[in-house]
């Protein structure tokens, strides 16, 4: 049983990471009329790892005895000024999860609902992961430059980094993790 700040607070995540689902597969979309297949595979896996994140919410609530909202559908940016400023967009947004999910920490904590707590270290980690990231992107995109004949190689690059977190998770299936 969770209390109903701990169940709003929750369902105000569950419309971030779907906004963020929703942001990524219309980036993938846009990517693809670019003619950057990379980055459009690397924003489709970034949209199904938004929707997770928002059913592993959605789910907690249920089993805690909360109800979980499903939210409004905001739209999205349909279309980005350039890679970079695309690329610059998810990490201001991951950085906004961050907070959000730093904001869940402590309100947990003044609540002294440790199972709540417990359940947000899994975020806690998964936001560091993220925002790093989405940092080493947009190292590679300053180093690489996102002038127009620059883009073909940033979306090598992405393509790279997508393949390797595809292995990465396949071994994670492998090896029986989450
Ligand atoms: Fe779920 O916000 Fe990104 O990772």
Request: include cysteine; proline fraction near 2%; aromatic fraction near 10%.
């Amino acid at each position: 049983m969770i209390s109903k700040e701990m169940e709003a607070t929750l369902n105000k995540q569950i419309e971030l990471e779907c906004y963020a689902s929703f942001l990524y597969l219309s980036m993938a979309s846009w990517c693809e009329t670019e003619g950057l297949e990379g980055s459009a595979a690397f924003m489709h896996r970034q949209s199904e790892e938004e929707r997770a994140h928002m059913l592993r919410i959605f789910h907690y609530i249920s089993e805690v005895d909360g109800h979980a909202i499903v939210p409004a559908v905001k739209q999205p940016p349909l279309k980005f000024d350039s890679a970079r400023a695309m690329f610059q967009e998810v990490y201001d947004h991951e950085q906004k999860v961050t907070a959000s999910i730093n904001k869940l920490v402590s309100q947990a904590y003044k609540e002294d609902d440790y199972t709540t707590l417990n359940f947000l270290q899994w975020y806690v980690d998964e936001q560091r992961e993220e925002e790093a990231l989405m940092r080493s992107i947009m190292d590679k995109i300053k180093l690489i430059g996102d002038g127009p004949q620059s883009l073909y190689y940033i979306d090598k690059e992405i393509d790279k980094i997508n393949a390797a977190e595809a292995a990465a998770e396949a071994a994670n299936a492998d090896a029986g993790g989450a």
